[in-house]
T-cell receptor, first 112, second 114 residues
Framework: NAGVTQTPKFQVLKTGQSMTLQCAQD?????MSWYRQDPGMGLRLIHY???????DQGEVPNGYNVSRSTTEDFPLRLLSAAPSQTSVYFC???????????FGSGTRLTVV | DQQVKQNSPSLSVQEGRISILNCDYT??????FLWYKKYPAEGPTFLIS?????DKNEDGRFTVFLNKSAKHLSLHIVPSQPGDSAVYFC?????????????FGAGTRLTVKP
């Protein structure tokens, strides 16, 4: 029972590079979200999806793209990495937007 | 504009005593509130939730209280145990458009001393 799987766990990028953070869940959850956690800021919603083919912006979407081609996968793309995107990124899923979300273990990203 | 606020960054209590973690919110559209617990190097884990139509929800040692008029909720842990030591995040959710928008507070680090 894997739950929510995020890869990679750690990543260092140079400014301007692009990359994709992977997220997969095996619980057949419709709702998936991406958050970033920064010191003193809690978790801030980047993008979310309520089902395959449907995505929407959250609180801090700039510099990130998402797509949801399948129920299981919800990748987060950094288009041109900036030092301000240094953070810990969490992917989460839920069977209902109002029930508790299951979080992955996070990806720690450093942009130099 | 932080819509969910946890004003105490840390809290220390003795084992066996009550832990009270507080959370305030500003957006009256929020209608569902959750508490998550987070250990280092792990993702947050859902702990307990409450709908805006209730003022109390209890699950074992954990009770969440909601005061809608004050836009305030609190998490009570009784009795506190050393294994409860973690960062606790308050979250609030509102159903908008095609989905829900969940906002988190900055977290409160709870330390339970043996």
């Amino acid at each position: 029972n894997a739950g929510v799987t995020q890869t990679p766990k750690f990543q260092v990028l140079k400014t301007g590079q692009s990359m994709t953070l992977q997220c997969a869940q095996d619980m057949n959850h419709e709702y998936m979200s991406w958050y970033r956690q920064d010191p003193g800021m809690g978790l801030r919603l980047i993008h979310y999806s309520v089902g395959a083919g449907i995505t929407d912006q959250g609180e801090v979407p700039n510099g990130y793209n998402v797509s949801r081609s399948t129920t299981e996968d919800f990748p987060l793309r950094l288009l041109s990495a900036a030092p301000s995107q240094t953070s810990v990124y969490f992917c989460a899923s839920s069977s209902s937007g109002f029930l508790g979300y299951t979080f992955g273990s996070g990806t720690r990203l450093t942009v130099v | 504009d932080q819509q969910v606020k946890q004003n105490s960054p840390s809290l220390s209590v003795q084992e066996g005593r009550i832990s009270i973690l507080n959370c305030d919110y500003t957006n009256s559209m929020f209608d569902y509130f959750l508490w998550y617990k987070k250990y280092p190097a792990e993702g947050p884990t859902f702990l307990i939730s409450i709908s805006s139509i209730k003022d109390k929800n209890e699950d074992g040692r954990f009770t969440v209280f909601l005061n809608k008029s004050a836009k305030h909720l609190s998490l009570h842990i009784v009795p506190s145990q050393p294994g409860d030591s973690a960062v606790y995040f308050c979250a609030a959710s509102a159903f908008i458009g095609s989905g829900n928008d969940m906002r988190f507070g900055a977290g409160t680090r709870l330390t339970v001393k043996p």
